[in-house]
Each structure stands twice: as C-alpha cells, then as structure tokens.
C-alpha cells in the first residue's frame, strides 16, 4: 500500500558528507512525520533525525550540529544531508513514515524503507 524508497548511501572517507533521500508513495492520505533511524550489528535501532510535516525536527545527541533533516511536503519526501561524517555514523539507514492511508484515514501508520548502507572509513 506504501512504499518508501531510499537512495543516498555509500562509502565515504572520515569528514566528508553524503545526502540521503526517501520518498513515500502509494495509498498516502496524509503524513505525520518522517525520519531516519540507524542500525548496526549487535546494537538497537536508534534515532538519527525526524520532522514532522510542520516542520519541526529532533535529532539523536551523536548527530546534532553535523546532520540536517529537510522535507518537500508536496513529493513526500524527506532528505537527510549528513556533513563531517565519522567512522561511528556507520550502520543502514532506514527511513521511517508515520502516515495515515487512504483506506483507513483515522489509524495511524508505520512503515520502514529498506535500508541503505552508509560506511565512513577512518
């Protein structure tokens, strides 16, 4: 009913940034808020950067004054533009949607993106 599709990821050396993308589509009736969360082995879920569709943000204590969450409420998406990257910001980013469906307009959704591998060597 909805999908969620991430670009963005890759390899990047110690300092230098890279961009994330997510757009939300299919029975989309409206979205609360959307955001990016990270993972990697041997550790929880955490969060990285969310916003709402007014545009409000909160953002993980590792990532704050380094990466910036911006959204374009008209194509449903939400970027993720990451700067002086660290060894430690190594995991799969997966975008998060928390929407409401056409078919179902009073219940809240969840729904998560694939992932995609962002790597930061030393």
């Known amino acids: 009913q909805v999908q969620l599709v991430e670009s963005g990821g890759g390899l990047v050396q110690a300092g230098g940034s890279l961009r994330l993308s997510c757009a939300a589509s299919g029975n989309i009736f409206s979205i609360n808020a959307m955001g990016w969360y990270r993972q990697v082995p041997g550790k929880p879920r955490e969060l990285v950067a969310v916003i709402t569709s007014g545009g409000s943000t909160n953002y993980g204590d590792s990532v704050k004054g380094r990466f910036t969450i911006s959204g374009e409420n008209a194509k449903n998406t939400v970027y993720l533009q990451m700067n002086s990257l660290k060894p430690e910001d190594t995991g799969v980013y997966y975008c998060?949607?928390?929407?409401?469906?056409?078919?179902?307009?009073?219940?809240?959704?969840?729904?998560w993106g694939q992932g995609t591998q962002v790597t930061v060597s030393s």
């Open positions: 998060n949607a928390d929407l409401h469906i056409t078919q179902n307009m009073g219940v809240r959704f969840v729904y």
